[in-house]
């Protein structure tokens, strides 16, 4: 039964004997005293905490006895549809596997052929943005030498154009 509790009071269980039914299980702490910079209109009605009642320690039980719940033998959970084996699965579906006769490794990546341009497309929402004079090579003191020869002098002729106060 899908509307079944699944938790039911336990029929066979009984109060124990000196459960205390007038008894509050919790009680006002009676040594509580109200704090001095206690302030009603802020902070409300004061009252005291709230403590274990010690007439409750030496009896089994104080406050409402209430039966203790079991599991509901009638229930079942929420119907769900039952798993079947579908006779039709094939298992998860992987890409076919074939040889790519274009295919080669290149065992010595580094070793490439001489070039002698680069392309670069970038595409800016700023203007006034300027790329030229593009190096590619493996040794510092070659880059160091091309820059110099180029932009150094570059450099040195737009200082030289502007005004010195």
Same mark, same amino acid.
């Given at each position: 039964d899908e509307d079944a509790p699944a938790k039911i009071p336990d029929e066979n269980? !009984? %109060?124990?004997?000196?459960? $205390?039914?007038?008894?509050p299980e919790y009680i006002s702490d009676p040594d509580a005293e109200k704090p001095e910079d206690w302030d009603e209109d802020m902070d409300g009605e004061w009252e005291a905490p709230q403590v274990a009642n010690p007439k409750c320690e030496s009896a089994p039980g104080c406050g409402v006895w209430?039966?203790?719940?079991?599991?509901?033998?009638?229930? %079942?959970?929420?119907?769900?549809?039952?798993?079947?084996?579908?006779?039709?699965?094939?298992?998860?579906? %992987?890409?076919? %596997?074939?040889?790519?006769?274009?295919? @080669?490794?290149? $065992?010595?990546? @580094?070793?490439?052929?001489? @070039?002698?341009? !680069?392309? $670069?497309? $970038?595409?800016?929402?700023?203007?006034?943005?300027f790329f030229d004079n593009f190096i590619v090579c493996s040794e510092r003191n070659v880059a160091d030498d091309w820059a110099n020869d180029g932009w150094g002098l570059k450099k040195a002729a737009d200082g030289a154009s502007e005004v010195k106060f």
């Open positions: 269980a !009984v %109060k124990p004997e000196g459960w $205390l039914d007038d008894e209430q039966r203790p719940t079991i599991d509901n033998p009638n229930y %079942k959970g929420k119907w769900k549809a039952p798993m079947i084996d579908n006779p039709n699965y094939q298992g998860i579906w %992987k890409p076919r %596997k074939i040889a790519n006769p274009d295919y @080669f490794e290149d $065992l010595e990546p @580094f070793k490439m052929t001489p @070039f002698y341009a !680069v392309g $670069l497309e $970038l595409w800016s929402m700023t203007s006034d943005i």
